[in-house]
């Protein structure tokens, strides 16, 4: 029973943090003027979404002072494995958990 807890509060976070990523990747866009087709987990962030490097960078920056770290500095994670809004959640909400 208690896993099932546990489970329910990774889920939780899980969820937590795509919606904080979706609306930081929404206000990036904004920023920029770019139109977005609908977010999904599949949704690949440069071929799909057309973000620049530029628009990567921004979006890593506004996500740090979201959660206030920044998963790529360490040598585990590299921004360049990263394709999809679900890759990118997927950083986060491990990083996350390993911090608690």
């Known amino acids: 029973m208690a896993g099932s807890l546990s489970d329910g509060r990774v889920n939780k976070m899980s969820s937590d943090v795509k919606v904080t990523i979706e609306n930081v990747i929404r206000a990036v866009a904004e920023e920029r ?3 977005l087709p609908e977010l999904k987990d599949n949704t690949e962030i440069v071929d799909e979404l057309g973000f620049s490097s530029l628009m ?7 996500l740090e002072e979201e959660f206030g770290f920044d998963p790529f500095q360490q040598e585990d994670v590299m921004i360049t494995d990263i394709r999809t809004i ?15």
Do not use: M
Request: charged share 20%.
């Open 56 to 62: 990567v960078a921004a979006l890593i920056a506004n």
């Open 33 to 35: 003027s770019l139109s």
């Open 86 to 100: 679900k890759d990118l959640c997927n950083v986060y909400a491990s990083c996350l958990e390993r911090s608690r």
